[in-house]
């Protein structure tokens, strides 16, 4: 065995005992008749004394020679450290070498292996097998383990199953761009890596799994930020003969297994609210419920007056900033630069002060009373030494400029605290969304989406106005799950094809296999599929899944340790019947 302990383990009550440790070397001090030497591993970190009158000659010269990352292995007697380290488990011993050896050397690493390092993220991903030496990669890495353990372990004692599904599928609309595999065998044709494994957890429940779940790497071809890669994890589950209550009963029973496991903190019930609740009230789909600076529409106490950005905007709305009140004109002047930017696209932005008095300071006194200011205040809860900042125009483009102002103001005022959880669910989402350019109708879920029952006679009359039998858990202002009660028989999937302006043969040739099942006797099943990279990272208190993914990719999609993606020769292309016909 390269070693008898691991470097975390050893303290005062293994004294004067014999010990062999391997790891890497974090450290060395020399001291002239004294060389320390930190050893790390996994665990943690021992210290190595080699002592001129103590240590074998040969062992004591041999350890003048390592340095930053060697690999070694040691024998010795654990001894009482002199100089306690509190801060560590092992900090109370010390290990006096009496043997050493180097299994490898090594270059001096491109940035210091501690847990504040000079390395910039492009050089940490460029080397990331040396970023994973690092606490702060190792234990993010840890963590996502646990709680992946942690849902293993949830869902199998309810006899959920897990089952795996396949990589190499048929491409199919789901709303993103599909990463599509060249098929040797099949000359000209193409697998597609699964966006989800949606269509199949349905097969399962036609083939009576009755409980199915899986831990699966989903892959989409988008556009990348902080919070999102193009191979990802979901935990992906599906159950039959259910309503939606069931689902939900038993998905915010995991979450809150896993905020109390995980974070030792107990959740109350859920609240549930509504697609068109959380719009209103906090202008997008995913509400941050941590704080309040919740939406008050002003167009009853505001287009009654002589100003006429306001009397003609489809939607005046405005928030209540806590206790900004005391913002200078320079810290306004920001703020209104800031929702002018193109990533916000506001025109401009209205501001009203509640002073402590209880009169109002606004940037439109011109043409509003204070009985005027007074109803905004009334309307969106403002205190005094509050601030309300007040935005206008089309209603869902104002909603969406407001709410990234809320999240902003949130984020500047310390609202959003990583050790705080207000999870929730959002329902009744609709079930068809018009996409502006071509006139057609798109499932905002999937096509498998089931709509609400007492919903089905407006997809006829007025399919924008049909609910869909699907709901989304959100933590902390992001969307870590979703899901839905799906379509079970095939004339109502048939009916839901039509109306997103599949014709029969197009149905028939993208999803022909799964409407040939539910001929066979499908049961009324749903599912829900949480984001795991998300959902780790929020757990985990960050706001970027990057550290909790052992290899991730950079902003472009690129793997820069690997260099991938990359060419492939002409051999290959050839034998694939691939040509290529790149344009400059």
């Keep these: 065995?390269?070693?008898?302990?691991?470097?975390?383990?050893?303290?005062?009550?293994?004294?004067?005992?014999?010990?062999?440790?391997?790891?890497?070397?974090?450290?060395?001090?020399?001291?002239?008749?004294?060389?320390?030497?930190?050893?790390?591993?996994?665990?943690?970190?021992?210290?190595?004394?080699?002592?001129?009158?103590?240590?074998?000659?040969?062992?004591?010269?041999?350890?003048?020679?390592?340095?930053?990352?060697?690999?070694?292995?040691?024998?010795?007697?654990?001894?009482?450290?002199?100089?306690?380290?509190?801060?560590?488990?092992?900090?109370?011993?010390?290990?006096?070498?009496?043997?050493?050896?180097?299994?490898?050397?090594?270059?001096?690493?491109?940035?210091?292996?501690?847990?504040?390092?000079?390395?910039?993220?492009?050089?940490?991903?460029?080397?990331?097998?040396?970023?994973?030496?690092?606490?702060?990669?190792?234990?993010?890495?840890?963590?996502?383990?646990?709680?992946?353990?942690?849902?293993?372990?949830?869902?199998?004692?309810?006899?959920?199953?897990?089952?795996?599904?396949?990589?190499?599928?048929?491409?199919?609309?789901?709303?993103?761009?599909?990463?599509?595999?060249?098929?040797?065998?099949?000359?000209?044709?193409?697998?597609?890596?699964?966006?989800?494994?949606?269509?199949?957890?349905?097969?399962?429940?036609?083939?009576?799994?009755?409980?199915?779940?899986?831990?699966?790497?989903?892959?989409?071809?988008?556009?990348?930020?902080?919070?999102?890669?193009?191979?990802?994890?979901?935990?992906?589950?599906?159950?039959?003969?259910?309503?939606?209550?069931?689902?939900?009963?038993?998905?915010?029973?995991?979450?809150?297994?896993?905020?109390?496991?995980?974070?030792?903190?107990?959740?109350?019930?859920?609240?549930?609210?509504?697609?068109?609740?959380?719009?209103?009230?906090?202008?997008?789909?995913?509400?941050?419920?941590?704080?309040?600076?919740?939406?008050?529409?002003?167009?009853?106490?505001?287009?009654?007056?002589?100003?006429?950005v306001f009397n003609s905007a489809e939607l005046v709305v405005g928030i209540a900033v806590p206790g900004a009140g005391n913002y200078t004109r320079k810290e306004i002047d920001a703020l209104i630069d800031w929702v002018k930017r193109p990533q916000i696209g506001a025109l401009g932005m209205v501001y009203v002060k509640c002073n402590d008095d209880g009169t109002y300071k606004s940037s439109v006194d011109k043409f509003y009373d204070q009985d005027d200011l007074a109803q905004w205040a009334k309307a969106t809860q403002a205190q005094a030494g509050d601030m309300i900042f007040v935005l206008s125009g089309p209603a869902n483009k104002t909603r969406g400029q407001l709410s990234a102002l809320r999240m902003e103001l949130a984020t500047r005022l310390g609202l959003r605290k990583p050790d705080e959880f207000a999870p929730l669910w959002v329902v009744d989402f609709p079930l068809l969304e018009l996409d502006e350019e071509s006139g057609r109708y798109h499932a905002m879920h999937h096509p498998f989406t089931s709509p609400k029952p007492e919903d089905m006679g407006l997809l006829a009359t007025d399919p924008g106005k049909v609910r869909a039998n699907a709901y989304d858990m959100v933590l902390n202002g992001n969307e870590i799950g979703g899901g839905s009660i799906r379509i079970h028989d095939k004339a109502t999937q048939e009916l839901m094809f039509k109306y997103l302006g599949f014709t029969p043969e197009e149905a028939k040739a993208q999803f022909g296999f799964l409407m040939d099942a539910f001929q066979f006797g499908a049961p009324p099943h749903g599912g829900l599929a949480f984001g795991l990279d998300r959902l780790v990272a929020i757990l985990g208190g960050q706001e970027t899944i990057r550290d909790f993914i052992a290899f991730p990719k950079n902003n472009s999609g690129r793997d820069v340790m690997i260099d991938a993606p990359s060419t492939i020769d002409d051999a290959q292309l050839k034998e694939l019947h691939i040509q290529l016909n790149i344009q400059a």
């Design 1 to 308: 065995m390269y070693r008898s302990h691991n470097c975390g383990e050893l303290n005062a009550s293994h004294i004067n005992t014999e010990v062999t440790l391997a790891g890497w070397v974090q450290k060395s001090r020399d001291k002239g008749f004294m060389n320390w030497v930190d050893l790390r591993d996994r665990y943690g970190i021992t210290q190595l004394i080699f002592d001129e009158s103590r240590t074998e000659k040969t062992v004591f010269e041999l350890a003048k020679t390592l340095g930053r990352e060697f690999v070694i292995q040691v024998k010795g007697t654990v001894i009482e450290r002199e100089s306690k380290n509190t801060t560590i488990p092992t900090g109370e011993i010390e290990i006096l070498v009496s043997e050493m050896t180097i299994l490898n050397a090594a270059l001096t690493p491109p940035f210091t292996i501690e847990d504040e390092t000079d390395g910039g993220e492009d050089i940490r991903m460029k080397y990331r097998y040396l970023d994973i030496r690092r606490n702060p990669v190792k234990n993010s890495l840890l963590f996502r383990h646990k709680v992946a353990m942690e849902v293993r372990k949830y869902l199998s004692d309810l006899d959920f199953c897990e089952v795996e599904t396949p990589y190499l599928i048929k491409s199919t609309p789901e709303g993103a761009r599909d990463f599509v595999v060249p098929s040797r065998m099949n000359e000209g044709q193409f697998y597609a890596l699964p966006q989800s494994p949606q269509t199949f957890k349905q097969l399962l429940m036609v083939g009576g799994m009755d409980k199915y779940f899986q831990i699966v790497k989903c892959f989409r071809d988008e556009d990348l930020r902080a919070d999102r890669q193009p191979e990802f994890t979901q935990i992906d589950c599906e159950m039959a003969f259910v309503e939606q209550e069931d689902i939900l009963n038993v998905f915010e029973g995991l979450t809150r297994h896993l905020l109390k496991e995980i974070k030792g903190v107990e959740v109350a019930k859920f609240p549930r609210i509504t697609y068109d609740y959380a719009m209103k009230t906090y202008g997008n789909d995913k509400p941050d419920i941590r704080f309040g600076m919740e939406f008050g529409e002003l167009n009853t106490v505001a287009q009654h007056k002589d100003f006429p």
